[in-house]
């Protein structure tokens, strides 16, 4: 039978890791979600706030900016800055606990190095106890929840595949959690740019009515006719513009949740080969009888 290994000398010297310190929705007294899980309902906290910021500084600072002229033409263009913020938010939130689980794949090693080392039931639990020496709450980190998942019941499981079943169901459980906290940002890359042709159709409206009454100025001067002439530019300003914003907007928040997700799948693929490396090559379950 293996010799039980003892917990790395700089598991005990080394600050433990926490997932909850870095964490942002942590810092600001919030309950986290779940490993790179944004809290959703927060976040719509935080954009209305922020949405409410950007007018008050577009008012007091440049009150006659063009800037704020096209973003009043419609309230489809702050409905937009405010579903911006929202994404963003949650975004912002993602990658911050991204790089608080990478930590995990940078830490010391859990799993002895030794060519002669073999992973069995009697040696399981040294490589736990390693675990919770290196990390404050283990199981906030995917990593060392997917090897407790897999080592914990070793004595249980009777072939290398069956741990291999395991690894691989945990995988694709995280997987589907990463994948469905994106929901939220999906559905607001399609709401938003609907929220533009929403606002096409407003300006395009008043426009058109505009029109019928320069049409019914027969007889009237040019004056008269060309300041009738006004408010139809102005609606097709805003047809224009309110798509503009839109879509500019759907694009940004587009490139950088495709960004965040690949990091986050970089991540699982990370998990997934250190489990593969240091859990599954190194497993003997027969060296325990």
Do not use: H
């Not at 973003?71 to 800055?81: F, I, P, Q, S």
């Not at 300003?237 to 907007?249: P, S």
């Amino acid at each position: 039978m293996a010799q039980p290994t003892q917990p790395a000398a700089t598991a005990t010297t080394q600050p433990k890791l926490d997932a909850r310190v870095g964490d942002i929705e942590c810092m600001i007294g919030f309950p986290s979600g779940r490993y790179t899980v944004a809290s959703a309902p927060l976040w719509l906290g935080v954009a209305a706030i922020m949405t409410i910021l950007v007018a008050l500084i577009l008012v007091m600072v440049a009150p006659n900016s063009y800037l704020l002229l096209m973003m009043n033409r419609c309230w489809t263009n702050w409905a937009v800055v405010f579903f911006s913020w929202w994404c963003l938010g949650i975004l912002f939130a993602k990658w911050i606990k991204t790089s608080i689980q990478l930590r995990a794949l940078r830490a010391v090693d859990i799993v002895p190095r030794r060519g002669d080392f073999i992973l069995s039931p009697g040696t399981s639990g040294d490589i736990l106890r390693r675990i919770k020496a290196v990390a404050e709450r283990p199981k906030d980190f995917l990593l060392f929840r997917r090897i407790d998942m897999a080592l914990s019941n070793l004595g249980n499981i009777g072939e290398v595949r069956d741990v291999g079943a395991v690894l691989e169901s945990q995988a694709d459980s995280d997987g589907s959690s990463v994948d469905s906290s994106y929901t939220v940002i999906r559905s607001l890359i399609w709401t938003i740019p609907i929220l533009g042709f929403i606002g096409t159709v407003v300006g395009l409206s008043q426009a058109i009515g505009s029109f019928t009454d320069v049409l019914t100025q027969t007889g009237s001067d040019a004056g008269s006719i060309k300041s009738k002439l006004g408010p139809v530019v102005g609606g097709l300003a805003t047809a224009f513009e309110t798509t503009l914003v839109a879509l500019i907007a759907a694009v940004i928040i587009q490139l950088l949740s495709t960004w965040v997700y690949k990091r986050e799948e970089a991540l699982l693929d990370g998990i997934t080969d250190f489990t593969t490396e240091n859990v599954l090559s190194r497993l003997k379950l027969t060296d325990w009888q």
